[in-house]
């Protein structure tokens, strides 16, 4: 069955602009997780969506950035004024349930350069 | 509060030798603990699994992994590299306690010389 699809692929954006990264999770996977793989820094964990409760944001670097998750599906990480230290591969992982028992199925990531 | 140290930054091994990855964890509670490897250009892949079973736990691609609650550690083997090995590693740990964001070390990238 399809995987977790992430896009775009690449994005190259100039400093202090927007951004929106996509994520369509595996049908079915109540849970959705944000990370951002830096050089150097390996993976970091940055918000985790279950089911209608309220989402973990306890990952966020900073109030530039924020994700939605609507209709229980669909994921959108969104960087506000974004600066050249958030260029990185944003990786989104879904899975069945919450609990470290149900694996987390990771998508091929976005990698964002800031210019 | 868990963490993840993960001894080498880069690995290389001639094709056919053994591969060792290090990893120890840090964690207030019994951990579960996990390894991914990622290809050029993929997301991440789980190869393995500890959650509180088998100390040794075994996985794809011929990799295993054991448990050692003295140690804190969580090494991953392969008795012999293949060039297909190449990739990047990463050790992860989750508290079983139901926090589901997975803690990453910063990953060992594997090398295998033909």
């Known amino acids: 069955g399809a995987g977790v699809s992430q896009s775009p692929s690449n994005k190259v954006t100039e400093k202090g602009k927007d951004v929106e990264l996509r994520c369509d999770p595996i049908s079915g996977h109540t849970a959705l997780y944000w990370y951002r793989q830096s050089l150097g820094q390996g993976l970091e964990f940055l918000i985790y969506?279950?089911?209608?409760?309220?989402?973990?944001k306890s990952g966020l670097p900073s109030d530039r950035f924020s994700a939605e998750r609507t209709g229980g599906s669909v994921s959108t990480l969104t960087i506000q004024r974004t600066q050249q230290e958030d260029s990185a591969v944003y990786l989104c992982?879904?899975?069945?349930?919450?609990?470290?028992?149900?694996?987390?199925?990771f998508g091929p990531g976005t990698r964002l350069t800031v210019t | 509060a868990q963490s993840v140290t993960q001894l080498g930054s880069h690995v290389s091994v001639s094709e056919g030798a053994l591969v060792l990855l290090r990893c120890n964890y840090s964690?207030?509670?019994?951990?579960?603990l996990f390894w991914y490897v990622q290809y050029p250009n993929q997301g991440l892949q789980l190869l393995l699994k500890y959650t509180s079973a088998a100390t040794l736990v075994k996985g794809i691609n011929g990799f295993e992994a054991e448990f050692k609650k003295s140690e804190t550690s969580f090494h991953l083997t392969k008795p012999s590299a293949h060039m297909s090995d190449a990739a990047e590693y990463f050790c992860?740990?989750?508290?079983?306690?139901?926090?589901?964001?997975?803690?990453f070390g910063k990953g060992t990238r594997l090398s295998v010389i033909a």
């Open positions: 992860a740990v989750n508290g079983n306690s139901g926090n589901t964001p997975l803690v």
């Open positions: 992982a879904s899975s069945l349930g919450q609990g470290a028992n149900y694996e987390q199925y």
């Open positions: 969506f279950q089911g209608n409760s309220a989402p973990d």
């Open positions: 964690s207030s509670v019994p951990p579960y």
